[in-house]
């Protein structure tokens, strides 16, 4: 059993940052996949970024070079650094882990807002 308890998010102006964390408690390993999908308002959830602790991350295109998802193993953590923020990356980000021979586990989702 996982549970994945995520904290950052709230309101930003267009240009700014924000940091996401996900903190898992339970069944993670180094070979764990975690990070974060995203879901915009009437939009299907996407990947966003995410990866094993041991391993590169990989990154949806449209957050390459802005967005920058960094782990801790030893506090369980993965953090979701958000930079230079545009208006479409307004979503609910939610985190999640990938372990084997289970469904994905998911945190409860972290709002970010993004004004022009």
């Known amino acids: 059993q996982v549970r994945l308890v995520e904290s950052g998010g709230g309101l930003v102006r267009t240009g700014g940052s924000l940091r996401l964390s996900c903190t898992a408690s339970g069944s993670i390993f180094r070979s764990t996949n975690m990070g974060w999908h995203r879901r915009a308002p009437g939009k299907q959830r996407e990947f966003v970024a995410g990866?094993?602790?041991?391993?590169?991350?990989d990154y949806a295109d449209s957050v390459k070079g802005r967005f920058t998802i960094s782990k801790d193993y030893a506090k369980k953590t993965v953090y979701l650094q958000m930079n230079s923020l545009k208006p479409d990356d307004t979503a609910v980000y939610s985190c999640?882990?990938?372990?084997?021979?289970?469904?994905?586990?998911w945190g409860q989702g972290a709002q970010v807002t993004v004004s022009s």
């Open positions: 999640y882990a990938l372990v084997a021979g289970s469904l994905p586990y």
């Open positions: 990866g094993t602790f041991s391993g590169s991350p």
